[in-house]
């Protein structure tokens, strides 16, 4: 052990990661990202090997290092040396989808010295693949997607010879001014007076599920209280889960993305609003909808070229009255989201102790029934070459429903993906969720002017 090892203690965003690792007691998969790539271009696997070993030099979270003596605290190794990487020959696409799913869903063990796997592969078609299954403490989804990305610009300096591509950015760094935050106590301060205030306005919100409202309505009647506006979904044991991955044609994709581009909106408020109207129909068409979103908070040149966690769950609740127009309800959502982006260091965790204070929640209660991520992928993501991205299977998970949704690369549509306890939410549920979440954009991007009222009456 280096006697000058500098040691940091989680940041914020990094311990939201660990509660869900602390809390999941048998199945430990559920804090790690499972991510592949598939390209056109030949690959040289000698090279893209070099390649790799030069990633880790450029890319520090790569070198980070976990450890719990004296409580939890990371490092960044000088230099790692990862072996040879495994290259896989695919006869089928069934053998693929099994082989990655099945790492998946293996646990990699960050605190004994693994921080991820990686694997080269053809694809019974001839094309070629790199996945990289990382654990969440030491990368986001934009991270791994940076990643990604980099790998290929540094891939191709080595192939032609030519000087590496401009440098990342530190995580070191980062992590230094995460922590300053904390303790600015000023600034957590206003923070968290923002988010007092910003639930309290309207009260406390309302439990609305995408299964519908027959678990609020048990709660009430075990706990004897016809008002009451939460309910349990944090469950620890029953954590089975499955992936369900939704297309969606090019002719319905078409009219959404139209619209996100005429207007300028990101798909982080649109389609997080289509889904909005099929939950509020659901539950009684409830205008009150409390979801929790995943944002990455890269906002310097140096976080957004670099890896490492930074994303953090934020509270989005919004009250949509049926009155607003469909272009009105995104304007609004648009108008909260860069409220919220003002105070989005605020701890999550912090949030949640303030946030059962505030309503007399239990610890398993609360109101916001599901995380929405909207991943920016673009056509020129992976610096512009001709991709595909896949994600896999936990198998495990300790929420109800995390939902994500991204543009398709390679058909210019849009893609869904539903990872779902499948003992609180059924395929079922699911398919209607997507479905009603497609009705309610179709028609809305199609026609902003028609009332929300007008959206729920056709989902």
């Given at each position: 052990m280096s006697s000058n090892r500098e040691y940091f203690p989680f940041t914020p965003a990094q311990e939201m990661i660990h509660f869900m690792l602390k809390y999941s007691f048998f199945h430990k998969q559920v804090i790690q990202i499972p991510a592949s790539i598939v390209v056109k271009r030949k690959i040289d696997f000698d090279i893209m090997q070099k390649a790799v070993e030069k990633e880790i030099e450029r890319n520090d979270c790569m070198r980070l290092r976990f450890e719990k003596k004296g409580g939890l605290r990371q490092y960044f190794e000088d230099k790692i040396e990862i072996g040879k990487i495994p290259v896989i020959s695919f006869k089928t696409q069934q053998e693929q989808e099994d082989f990655l799913t099945a790492d998946a869903q293996k646990p990699i063990r960050c605190f004994k010295g693994e921080t991820y796997r990686l694997y080269f592969f053809n694809t019974p078609d001839g094309r070629n693949g790199i996945y990289i299954n990382v654990i969440h403490l030491a990368m986001d989804a934009p991270a791994v997607f940076t990643f990604f990305a980099d790998l290929l610009a540094?891939?191709?300096?080595?192939?032609?010879?030519?000087?590496?591509?401009?440098?990342?950015?530190?995580?070191?760094?980062?992590?230094?001014?995460?922590?300053?935050?904390?303790?600015?106590?000023?600034?957590?301060?206003?923070?968290?007076?923002?988010?007092?205030?910003?639930?309290?306005?309207?009260?406390?919100?309302?439990?609305?599920?995408?299964?519908?409202?027959?678990?609020?309505?048990?709660?009430?009647?075990?706990?004897?209280?016809?008002?009451?506006?939460?309910?349990?979904?944090?469950?620890?044991?029953?954590?089975?889960?499955?992936?369900?991955?939704?297309?969606?044609?090019?002719?319905?994709?078409?009219?959404?993305?139209?619209?996100?581009?005429?207007?300028?909106?990101?798909?982080?408020?649109?389609?997080?609003?289509?889904?909005?109207?099929?939950?509020?129909?659901?539950?009684?068409?409830?205008?009150?909808?409390?979801?929790?979103?995943?944002?990455?908070?890269?906002?310097?040149?140096?976080?957004?070229?670099?890896?490492?966690?930074?994303?953090?769950?934020?509270?989005?609740?919004?009250?949509?009255?049926?009155?607003?127009?469909?272009?009105?309800?995104?304007?609004?959502?648009?108008?909260?989201?860069?409220?919220?982006?003002?105070?989005?260091?605020?701890?999550?965790?912090?949030?949640?102790?303030?946030?059962?204070?505030?309503?007399?929640?239990?610890?398993?209660?609360?109101?916001?029934?599901?995380?929405?991520?909207?991943?920016?992928?673009?056509?020129?993501?992976?610096?512009?070459?001709?991709?595909?991205?896949?994600?896999?299977?936990?198998?495990?998970?300790?929420?109800?429903?995390?939902?994500?949704?991204?543009?398709?690369?390679?058909?210019?549509?849009?893609?869904?993906?539903?990872?779902?306890?499948?003992?609180?939410?059924s395929k079922e549920n699911i398919d209607n969720l997507h479905n009603g979440t497609v009705k309610a954009l179709v028609a809305g991007c199609s026609n902003p002017e028609m009332t929300l009222g007008e959206i729920l009456d056709i989902i």
């Open positions: 540094v891939y191709e300096a080595l192939e032609a010879g030519i000087d590496m591509p401009a440098p990342l950015g530190s995580y070191r760094e980062t992590i230094k001014k995460e922590l300053e935050y904390i303790n600015n106590k000023e600034k957590v301060q206003k923070d968290k007076e923002f988010f007092v205030n910003y639930f309290q306005k309207d009260g406390e919100p309302i439990w609305n599920g995408v299964m519908g409202p027959e678990p609020l309505d048990k709660a009430r009647i075990k706990k004897k209280n016809p008002e009451l506006k939460s309910c349990g979904s944090f469950d620890p044991i029953h954590d089975k889960a499955e992936l369900e991955k939704k297309p969606l044609s090019v002719e319905d994709s078409k009219v959404i993305l139209d619209f996100m581009n005429k207007n300028s909106i990101s798909g982080e408020c649109v389609v997080q609003l289509g889904m909005r109207l099929y939950v509020g129909k659901i539950n009684h068409r409830h205008e009150d909808t409390h979801f929790l979103v995943l944002s990455s908070r890269r906002k310097t040149l140096n976080d957004k070229r670099c890896g490492g966690t930074m994303a953090s769950a934020l509270p989005w609740r919004i009250i949509l009255p049926e009155t607003l127009t469909f272009a009105q309800a995104v304007d609004k959502l648009k108008v909260l989201q860069g409220d919220i982006m003002r105070h989005n260091n605020y701890p999550f965790l912090t949030w949640l102790e303030v946030e059962r204070e505030m309503f007399n929640y239990g610890m398993v209660d609360g109101t916001s029934t599901m995380m929405f991520s909207w991943f920016p992928l673009e056509d020129d993501t992976m610096n512009g070459w001709e991709y595909e991205f896949h994600s896999y299977c936990l198998g495990r998970y300790v929420m109800p429903l995390y939902t994500y949704a991204m543009k398709d690369s390679t058909t210019g549509g849009l893609r869904f993906a539903y990872l779902h306890r499948t003992d609180t939410i």
